[in-house]
């Protein structure tokens, strides 16, 4: 473990309105990911496991703490600092793919690289060589499966080549046998490319494959 990991939160509190005053949802939570690991985030729904996701990412704004990432203050960008940290260092897949309706497959992979200015025509290739969407690239999201889409997402998510994959409930909507297939995937060049994987999930079978894991309760890392 180095002195300086890949991604440190600190003392990271948010709170949401309530009908009987503020409710909590994230409580003093710390942690730390190092470049090349991977860390699965399990608990109960309401446990804060997608919205520390969505801070990290830069999605939201904690009510106080600090989230580092590369040695970077999140929390000191403006929005368009944000966007570029997205852009740029950050890959995420969401359970509800997020794809591009009106772009083929080709273009929404390509995407989020070509907006970081990173596009590398051959490193898409692979991913869509290893992912088994080579057949895929002229058509767009709605003529393709569930498991197939998820796979666009994957990797339109590591063509920019980020040092931080997020992932939330990546494998929700698919069948068990396709999930697997595609954490395999996503497991394997997220290890090739030496990013880190922070990956929230109801599955301890799939919390399992990670290298470790944190579960969250009422907001704080449960012992």
Request: with cysteine; charged share 25%.
């Amino acid at each position: 473990m180095t002195d300086t990991p890949l991604l440190s939160v600190t003392d990271l509190v948010k709170t949401y309105p309530g009908e009987g005053g503020p409710i909590r949802i994230l409580d003093g939570l710390s942690m730390r990911l190092e470049a090349g690991e991977t860390l699965a985030l399990t608990g109960e729904s309401g446990s804060g496991k997608s919205t520390l996701l969505h801070i990290v990412g830069g999605l939201d704004a904690p009510d106080s703490g600090q989230v580092r990432l590369d040695g970077a203050d999140i929390g000191a960008f403006d929005d368009a600092g944000r966007a570029a940290l997205r852009r740029e260092r950050i890959g995420v897949v969401f359970q509800q793919f997020n794809l591009i309706p009106s772009l083929t497959v080709e273009a929404n992979i390509a995407f989020q690289a070509r907006l970081a200015g990173r596009h590398d025509p051959d490193w898409c290739d692979t991913l869509a060589r290893r992912l088994g969407l080579l057949e895929q690239l002229r058509k767009y999201p709605e003529e393709l499966s569930g498991g197939q889409q998820q796979r666009v997402a994957v990797a339109r998510a590591l063509a920019v080549r980020p040092r931080l994959v997020l992932a939330d409930e990546p494998t929700g909507n698919l069948d068990e046998a396709t999930g697997d297939a595609v954490l395999d995937m996503m497991l394997g060049l997220v290890a090739e490319t030496d990013a880190a994987l922070l990956m929230v999930t109801h599955s301890e079978r799939l919390a399992g494959r990670l290298q470790r894991r944190l579960h969250l309760a009422a907001g704080k890392v449960s012992p």
